[in-house]
């Protein structure tokens, strides 16, 4: 007989859903009501979507997500609030956590329902997984990618690398990526 998976939820594979690309695509606007579909896709290919349908008549607004899990349509109400901008610049929107209550500004799908991280306590990033010996490769081959890059954008046409005799913040920047990547041999990569 089968059983439940013990594995971690992995957040970085989870669907979300963030406050700030609501309001961005025009989702958040007083005194309408907007609908939509919102698609998530990887690698060119849609992996799902929820229609989403922002009611924004009365003090807060409203999002009703409409989508199925598992085969199964649900129906899931979360409500939006701002707060002023610690730049002084307009509002920023956050979602009303349905489970806690907390303000979060991204919801992540997990186990069917659109929640904030902290609410699902078992849940990894897929970093957080590796082992230790994966996670120094890791950092082995970012640092001979960036440094590959550096070497790349360092050649390329119209590059400046001083500005009034001084050299650019780009410049040093890259001759740093460069500097951490040349001890690192093709053979290290491969073991």
């Not at 979300?16 to 025009?26: Q, R, V």
């Not at 707060?83 to 209550?101: A, D, E, H, I, M």
């Not at 979060?104 to 590796?130: E, P």
């Not at 070497?151 to 001759?175: C, E, I, S, V």
Request: aromatic share 14%.
């Amino acid at each position: 007989m089968g059983r439940y998976s013990t594995l971690p939820t992995l957040y970085n594979e989870c669907r979300t859903l963030t406050a700030s690309k609501l309001n961005k695509w025009g989702y958040i606007h007083p005194g309408v009501i907007i609908s939509g579909v919102i698609n998530w896709s990887r690698n060119g290919q849609t992996t799902g979507e929820v229609s989403a349908s922002l009611c924004f008549v009365g003090a807060f607004p409203v999002l009703t997500l409409n989508y199925c899990f598992n085969k199964e349509p649900r129906e899931f109400t979360v409500q939006l609030t701002s707060r002023q901008s610690n730049l002084g610049r307009g509002l920023v929107w956050y979602f009303v956590c349905p489970k806690t209550g907390l303000l979060c500004s991204k919801l992540y799908l997990i186990n069917g329902y659109f929640v904030r991280r902290a609410t699902h306590g078992t849940g990894f990033y897929h970093t957080q997984t590796l082992s230790k010996s994966d996670r120094v490769k890791m950092q082995l081959y970012e640092r001979f990618f960036r440094c590959e890059n550096a070497h790349m954008a360092l050649y390329r046409k119209h590059f400046k690398k001083t500005y009034k005799g001084k050299p650019t913040r780009r410049y040093l920047t890259l001759m740093q990526h460069i500097r951490q990547g040349e001890g690192i041999n093709e053979e290290q990569l491969y073991i």
